[in-house]
């Protein structure tokens, strides 16, 4: 079973500020199954980044992934107002399909 | 519109059932595999369970293995989680999200709460 952890647990930055958020596996992912998640509170998630480093559908191109084997990070290269939520790294290769603990992003 | 609903949600008792449903629409549900996530409140997301296109691949989380069962029915294109056992633990809000390998989990419902509780 594939552990994920995520940090730092809280970050605070202002808008326009870059933001870089981690997510490391307990064993290696396979074929890059690593997706980032966006939620805000009381919504539902919405899906960022696929395959460890491919736009979603719609996404900004402000949100960028990178990484491989068991260390992955996504990049918010300058905050919006809107960026402000929590950030979830999920693996899908295998089963059971972890999700990280999470990453919020609050203003400073 | 592309969209899933999921509904059923509700109070029940420990020990309790629920049975739990996912309508899809605007989409070849058929084709797909789909999952179960759920959040307790003020919690991170916890995945439950996933079911393959046809049925012939269903996974469990080892916290409800035992108690939950996942089914399909792709001529309604509805998704079901039958909740057996339920503990206050199983306290969430319960997602349903479309499976689309190799773009994982690129569509979701807006959820809908369970509460166990006395």
């Known amino acids: 079973e594939i552990v994920l952890t995520q940090s730092p647990g809280t970050l605070s930055l202002s808008p326009g500020e870059r933001a870089t958020l981690s997510c490391r596996a307990s064993q290696s992912v396979s074929s890059s199954y690593l997706a980032w998640y966006q939620q805000k509170p009381g919504q539902a998630p919405r899906l960022l980044i696929y395959?460890?480093?491919s736009r979603a559908t719609g996404i900004p191109d402000r949100f960028s992934g990178s990484g491989s084997g068991t260390d992955f990070t996504l990049t918010i290269s300058r905050l919006e107002p809107e960026d402000f939520a929590v950030y979830y790294c999920?693996?899908?290769?295998?089963?059971?399909?972890?999700f990280g603990q999470g990453t919020k992003v609050e203003i400073k | 519109e592309v969209q899933l609903v999921e509904s059923g949600g509700g109070l029940v008792k420990p020990g309790g059932s629920l049975r739990l449903s996912c309508a899809a629409s605007g989409f070849t549900f058929s084709s797909y595999s789909m999952n179960w996530v759920r959040q307790a409140p003020g919690k991170g997301l916890e995945w439950v369970s996933s079911?393959?296109?046809?049925?012939?691949?269903?996974y469990y989380a080892d916290s409800v293995k035992g108690r939950f069962t996942i089914s399909r029915d792709n001529a309604k294109n509805s998704l079901y989680l039958q909740m057996n056992s339920l503990r206050a633990e199983d306290t969430a809000v319960y997602y349903c999200?479309?499976?689309?390998?190799?773009?994982?989990?690129?569509?979701w419902g807006r959820g809908t709460l369970v509460t166990v509780s006395s």
């Open positions: 999200a479309r499976d689309r390998i190799p773009a994982a989990f690129d569509l």
């Open positions: 999920q693996q899908y290769g295998s089963s059971p399909r972890a």
């Open positions: 079911i393959s296109s046809s049925s012939s691949y269903i």
């Open positions: 395959g460890a480093s």
